[in-house]
């Protein structure tokens, strides 16, 4: 496919080093973990991510919201990750993800930027400590789930690490992320502003498309090893 061959180039021709990849809940859909636009199925088919991912439905019925989080760690505990997510830690370079599971680590990726947090990493309602128990051992705040939820803020230091890796790259690949999503959004465009090329991998248009110097419709586990060879051929000598 033709525009493979040009996002392939594009990565071929960076510096590793100024590669930045941002992924999206796409990515780990062929692992079997839905993306939030899938609406929810069996047990909690009549909940909405809205009704449950907010400190007041937390507030309101914390054992409610713990089960739900409880029963997608689940799911991402029983799923692998795909092909995409080992593409993505062979390209290297600074990984950024929305995602709140750990396929990316499965994957062989040592340090991605968490936007959203993470289901394995529970902190504190009151003080935002890590927590390991039910309850704070700093200050006896009750524990919540360690992700971000809609009208909160995107923890101060993945913001920063991902707003200097996005203005300095020179390559962004932006992966099954609808662009939605506000700030984490706002990634593939600081890279564009500030002259890097973006490649685009999604089955679906999105409002990223008007950013995207390459744009594949297509899934993760499909297009990003296609891509990763395809350049491995280009920079051999
Ligand atoms: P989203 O649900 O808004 O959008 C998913 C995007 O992925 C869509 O544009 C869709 O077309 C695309 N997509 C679907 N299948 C794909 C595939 N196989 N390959 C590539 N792309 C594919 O997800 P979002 O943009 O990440 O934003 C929603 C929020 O939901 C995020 O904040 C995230 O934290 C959270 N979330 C995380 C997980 C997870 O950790 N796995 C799962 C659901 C939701
Ligand atoms: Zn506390």
Same mark, same amino acid.
């Given at each position: ?35 939030? +636009? ?67 680590? +499965? ?34 705040? +009750? ?17 920063? +690490? ?28 600081? &890279? ?27 899934? &993760? ?17």
């Amino acid at each position: 496919m033709e525009s493979v061959r040009a996002a392939a180039r594009l990565l071929a021709d960076a510096d590793a080093e100024r590669v930045v990849v941002f992924t999206g809940a796409g990515m780990s859909a062929e692992s079997g973990i839905p993306t939030f +636009r899938d609406s929810l199925t069996g047990l909690w088919a009549r909940f909405s991510p809205e009704e449950l991912a907010t400190p007041e439905a937390f507030e309101k019925d914390p054992e409610l919201v713990w089960s739900w989080y409880e029963w997608r760690r689940a799911a991402v505990e029983q799923a692998a990750p795909n092909a995409g997510h080992e593409a993505v830690a062979a390209i290297g370079g600074t990984l950024i993800t929305q995602n709140v599971d750990d396929l990316h680590e +499965r994957a062989g990726s040592p340090d991605p930027v968490h936007l959203h947090g993470s289901l394995f990493a529970p902190r504190c309602f009151a003080c935002g400590l890590a927590t390991d128990g039910p309850v704070c051992a700093a200050c006896g705040g +009750r524990s919540r789930p360690g992700v971000v939820w809609f009208g909160e803020q995107l923890p101060a230091g993945a913001l920063k +690490r991902a707003v200097e890796a996005a203005s300095t790259c020179d390559l962004l690949i932006t992966v099954g992320t609808s662009g939605l999503v506000y700030p984490a959004a706002e990634i593939p465009h600081v &890279a564009a502003m500030n002259g890097a090329a973006v490649v685009q991998v999604n089955p679906q248009p999105t409002p990223l498309d008007e950013v995207a110097t390459v744009n594949l419709r297509g899934t &993760a586990a499909t297009l990003l090893p296609a891509i990763l060879k395809e350049a491995a051929i280009l920079r051999r000598p």
